[in-house]
């Protein structure tokens, strides 16, 4: 009787893609610190979205499994602003790596999807099968759309050609290595370095955009990290798999805590001409917690450990 080869062997050799972004990065510390060999090219010596180049490195490296993580990402502002390259970049990134990874024989892949795929207005916690059944949030459509394209891309190879590839998809994630751009963060890292900055400049006000009450789920990217490796060595089907905690918070209580880490004592102001964005985003992870895994790093603990990584890299 022929046993069937181990979905992550431990002499794997894993190309992470986007090894150098907040869960690429964490992704690879991870593999590495559990042994395997981690394959990285940074944007300098490889366009992703370059099929001609991704090929030849992937045929050249032969890695016997494959992190996407690499994406264009950033907040409501950013989305908003560049809704042609959040569409684009991603897709031509995935079809170029897929294409590449499928040439090159890898047949074990995750792609790193997110949260934004489901509807608006989706029955809370979300599940999987909740994809394509409902209008999109319009301030990040064009992003949710690529990964929706790379969660069929990946179903596609897997019907066709037998690709044990899968597919999860993380709620908001934050940790050491996040973007604190004003003008492209995320929320959480946003949220720190306006309060930082108010503390700084002694303001007593700082001035949010929306009403506060949207909520969000929050996973620190060492969980994310943790979680991609259980999926790696357990999971294999079609369908994506839902990466959070199983808990969230309001951005309004996400500010008391930041502005608490912080040292802000001032006060809180909304701008409710501003966009909420989706009401609530909160995942059901009964997929996840299956396979045995939990998030082991709690909001406050994380909040401050990422706070403390940016006050030592902010100036760098």
């Known amino acids: 009787m022929t046993t069937a080869p181990a979905l992550l062997p431990a002499t794997a050799r894993v190309y992470v893609a986007g090894h150098r972004g907040l869960v690429g990065s964490a992704v690879a510390r991870h593999l590495a610190a559990e042994g395997h060999e981690v394959i990285t090219r940074t944007r300098a010596e490889l366009d992703l979205r370059e099929p001609g180049p991704t090929a030849r490195m992937l045929r050249d490296t032969r890695p016997d499994v494959l992190v996407l993580a690499a994406a264009k990402v950033g907040g409501i502002m950013a989305n908003s602003t560049y809704p042609v390259e959040f569409l684009e970049d991603n897709l031509r990134i995935q079809l170029s790596v897929l294409a590449g990874a499928h040439a090159a024989d890898v047949d074990r892949l995750l792609f790193l999807g997110s949260s934004c795929i489901y509807p608006k207005h989706a029955d809370q916690p979300i599940r999987e099968d909740a994809l394509l059944t409902g209008a999109l949030e319009p301030t990040n459509e064009p992003y949710a759309l690529a990964k929706i394209a790379g969660i069929g891309q990946v179903r596609s190879y897997r019907r066709q050609y037998g690709r044990r590839w899968i597919s999860a998809m993380p709620t908001n994630l934050y940790g050491p290595g996040d973007n604190f751009d004003p003008e492209t963060s995320h929320v ?123 006050l030592g890299h902010k100036d760098s």
Request: glycine fraction near 10%.
């Open 188 to 310: 959480l890292p946003g949220l720190l370095r306006r309060f930082h900055e108010a503390v700084a400049a002694g303001s007593e006000e700082v001035l949010l955009w929306g009403s506060g009450t949207p909520r969000r789920e929050f996973l620190h990217s060492d969980d994310l990290a943790r979680a991609c490796v259980a999926l790696l060595r357990a999971y294999d089907g079609p369908d994506p798999v839902n990466v959070g905690c199983g808990e969230d918070v309001t951005i309004a209580e996400l500010a008391a805590l930041v502005a608490e880490v912080t040292g802000f004592t001032g006060r809180v102001v909304w701008d409710t001409s501003r966009p909420d964005g989706t009401p609530r985003k909160l995942l059901d992870v009964g997929r996840l917690r299956k396979l045995g895994f939990e998030p082991s790093v709690a909001l406050a603990d994380g909040v401050r450990d990422t706070y403390r990584w940016w």
